[in-house]
């Protein structure tokens, strides 16, 4: 099943096009990484994906034009998280999570029961109860990212997009937050889109890559299809090997 259908996308900015006539099919159920160098397009087809931005071309969402949803039932079914989420100074981790239930009820309509339900799920998917009477800005960045996506859990959304998760991260909860938006994917069947800078981390996390390159897309496809000496090459431009570990799985590293 197609979660996106892509065709012509393209997007300009006064002096610049940052989008050049993407096609891409994005698979339902998987965990999506794209990846490139800076300034390749990435964050901008995320936002073009979340209606964030203008564009021009046609996409599918769901098997219907995105300009046929309305926004509510978009947002009941999509849920964007940016590269830098807006402040939550003074708010407890339980509020915030709440904030995802803003689609079902506006901002005057009452919690019910099932909003309750939602918000408890969503803290213990992922791992955050132990949080919940704390402030959000005593976290670690590691957890204060895991109760962000408690928030999209909230929400019910069935598609995440998430704008580097981990740039702000150090190694460890890099890995904890990746294997979290995996588990999400895989254990209860939802998508996510997810701009990547780290190669490896995309291969080892991801289901589904896409590589831009100049506003266009220079691959689709597996992990494998990723790992390549050549295929790495023309997508950053500098000589990669590409090394087996221990379990098999491959690694990239310039040459």
């Not at 993407?22 to 300034?39: F, K, S, T, V, Y």
């Not at 034009?65 to 039932?73: T, V």
């Not at 995440?160 to 294997?179: C, G, M, R």
């Amino acid at each position: 099943m197609s979660l996106f259908h892509i065709n012509d996308l393209t997007v300009d900015v006064p002096g610049r096009r940052l989008l050049d006539g993407i096609g891409l099919d994005l698979p339902a159920g998987r965990a999506i990484a794209l990846i490139g160098h800076n300034g390749s397009g990435k964050s901008t087809l995320l936002k073009a994906l979340a209606r964030q931005i203008a564009a021009r071309g046609q996409v599918t969402f769901e098997g219907r034009p995105l300009a046929d949803w309305h926004p509510r039932d978009y947002a009941r079914r999509l849920a964007f998280l940016p590269q830098t989420p807006p402040p939550a100074e003074g708010m407890l981790v339980r509020e915030l999570v709440a904030l995802g239930r803003y689609p079902w009820h506006g901002a005057l309509g009452r919690f019910g029961p099932r909003d309750h339900r939602a918000v408890a799920d969503a803290m213990a998917e992922c791992g955050i109860e132990a949080f919940a009477d704390r402030l959000v800005d005593t976290l670690s960045g590691g957890e204060r990212q895991r109760v962000w996506l408690a928030m999209m859990v909230a929400q019910e959304a069935g598609t995440l997009l998430l704008d580097e998760p981990i740039s702000a991260l150090d190694i460890a909860h890099q890995v904890e937050v990746l294997a979290l938006v995996r588990s999400m994917c895989h254990a209860q069947n939802r998508s996510a889109v997810i701009v990547l800078h780290e190669v490896n981390m995309a291969a080892r996390f991801c289901d589904h890559i896409v590589a831009l390159k100049g506003g266009r897309v220079v691959l689709q496809g597996s992990p494998l299809d990723l790992m390549r000496p050549a295929t790495l090459r023309d997508i950053y431009g500098l000589p990669m090997q590409v090394l087996t570990r221990d379990d098999g799985s491959p690694i990239a590293i310039p040459a």
